[in-house]
C-alpha cells in the first residue's frame, strides 16, 4: 500500500470517526445551556427577554467550542490502528527484520524503568506502543512521578531496550543521576554535555566516547529534547525524549516522513553494536 492510499485510508477513518463523535459530543451540550436558561431565570431572576438572550450567548459558546473540538481535533486512534501497522510491516520488509507491534500493550512494562535506572524509582510507566524484533524493543513511553495533588514527567519518548552486554554498568546523561537499585555509581571524566556515572573502570573510555556521538547524533533532530543511556551487563537502555506533537490530517508526504523516523530507531541499535564491537 503506498502512501498515498494509505492517506486517504487514514482521512476515511479519521471521518467516520467524528460521525460516530458528533453523537456523544452535540446533544450533551444542550445540558449546560438548560442549566443556564434555568440559573439566569430562577436563580437570578432575569427577565425573560434578558434570559433568553444570555442563554442563547451560552448557546453560541459551547457549540462553538464543541464545533472546534469537533472540527479540528483528530486524535492518535486511526494513526496507530491503521497507518502504523502498515509502515511497522514495510519496515520490516525493507530491513529483512521481523517487527512484533503493540498496540496500548496489555502487559505494563513496570520493569523498564526498575532494571534501566535512569528516572526515579517511584515513576509510573505508560506504554502507547512498543516494537519488538528478536533482540531489542522499543517502547514510545511515559515516566511520571505523582506526589500527592501534583506530578512530575521524567520522560516521554522513544525508549529502547538493546540486547548489548557490558563489562560494567554506567550511564551517560544530560542531567540528574542514576536511580538503580543496588547499584553504586561514581561520577567521573565527563564527556562534553553528558555526566558519566560508573561502578567501575573495566570499560574502556572509548567506548562512553562512541556512546556520547551517538547520542550528539540523535540530538541532532529538532523533536529530540534531551537523551540518556544506561549499560548493564546484558542490556543497553537508551532514552530519546521527544516533543509532544498533534497529527493532524496526514499528507502522503508527512507518511514518508514518520516512515524515515520509524526506520532510523532500527538503525540507532546498529548504531550502538557497531560502536560497541569497535571500542
Known sequence: M????LAQKHDEAVAER?????IWIYPPGLVPVIAAAVLFHVVFGFAPETTALLTLATALLVYSVLYLIDRFYVGRGPFEEIVLPVLVERISKETGIPIEHEHRPKKVHRDLNRTGGLYPRGSSVSVKNALHTADDSFFEVTFVQSTGNSSVTHFKGVYGRLAIAHGERFQLRERGRPH?????????????????YRESSKEDAALFQAYARILDKLKTDASTTRVALSALPEELHVAVGK????????????????????????????DFRQARKSA
Open 18 to 22: 467524528r460521525k460516530r463523535r458528533r
Open 2 to 5: 503506498n502512501n498515498w492510499t
Open 180 to 196: 538503580l537499585k543496588g547499584a553504586s555509581y561514581e561520577r567521573k571524566d565527563d564527556i562534553g554535555g553528558y555526566r558519566v
Open 243 to 270: 516533543r509532544s506533537y498533534r497529527l493532524g490530517r496526514l499528507s502522503p508526504e508527512r507518511i514518508g516522513e514518520i516512515h524515515a523516523a520509524l526506520k532510523s530507531i532500527f538503525a540507532l541499535a546498529e
